[in-house]
């Protein structure tokens, strides 16, 4: 985390191979009232990655034409 002009901003590490047990690359997604999502990272010194970041983010699912969840 870097502080610039009275602003700080979170630089993004390089993408790292998936560890489940690592909490820096868990998250808590949480439905916003008022629409969206937003992530919150498990680790309490952590943050999520720049694109789960932005509050109020989409998720889409996709249903084949029999009305089941495509794969």
């Not at 868990?26 to 952590?46: M, T, W």
């Not at 999520?48 to 084949?64: H, I, Q, T």
Request: proline fraction near 10%.
């Amino acid at each position: 985390m870097k502080t610039c002009c009275f602003c700080t901003s979170i630089s993004d590490l390089k993408p790292q191979p998936l560890d489940p047990r690592n909490i820096y690359q868990q998250f808590e997604i949480r439905h916003c009232k008022r629409g969206g999502f937003a992530a919150k990272s498990v680790a309490p010194d952590g943050f999520p990655p720049d694109f789960l970041r932005r509050k109020g983010w989409l998720a889409s699912v996709y249903l084949n034409f029999k009305g089941v969840p495509a794969k």
